[in-house]
């Protein structure tokens, strides 16, 4: 029986076998920063990049994510891979006639998540939510719902990531 982290586990090992300890205090903070970094460009893309509850947004999201202190543990990939998975729901969906492709990251997204970390649970919730919302959106606010060709995709997307939740060694 091999546990999830596996696959974080190997890389973290070959980052301190590399680097030391200080390849894996910089992979903390670049997670950190990548994470901002994906936050900022949604807010940008959305024009609220000055609005205070973004910022707020922001603060909170990397206290909660640092209160781990320094320790780097496997939870580090569960935060990138959220952050990627949120953000590339929604940049897909701000222009999805023209980005409808990138849907399909989404599947490989959990394959790799689900060897990295427990949490990638979350996904499940997450691509649980957003279907709801988009049939929703299908049934009530037909103006908010994906154009026909991206929600197709979306589907088929959020469909093969069923099985990637349980492709596992």
């Known amino acids: ?47 609220v ?42 940049i897909t969906r701000v222009a999805a006639n023209a980005r409808w492709f990138l849907f399909y990251l989404l599947p490989v997204i959990v394959v790799i998540w689900s060897n990295t970390h427990g949490e990638f649970a979350l996904a499940a919730l997450f691509f649980a939510s957003i279907t709801i919302g988009e049939l929703l959106n299908i049934n009530f606010s037909h103006n908010q719902a994906l154009p026909p060709k991206a929600k197709k995709h979306f589907f088929a997307a959020i469909s093969l990531c069923i099985p990637a939740l349980i492709i596992n060694p």
Request: aromatic share 14%; with cysteine; hydrophobic share 60%.
């Open 1 to 47: 029986n091999i546990y999830n982290t596996w696959l974080a586990d190997v890389v973290l090992y070959l980052i301190y076998q590399t680097f030391g300890l200080i390849g894996l205090i910089t992979l903390r903070y670049l997670a950190y920063l990548g994470c901002v970094l994906l936050a900022v460009h949604f807010a940008i893309q959305k024009q």
């Open 49 to 90: 990049i000055l609005h205070p509850l973004t910022w707020l947004m922001i603060t909170l999201g990397i206290v909660l994510a640092a209160s781990g202190g320094i320790i780097v543990k496997p939870e580090i990939f569960s935060m990138i891979f959220i952050s990627i998975t949120v953000w590339l729901y929604q």
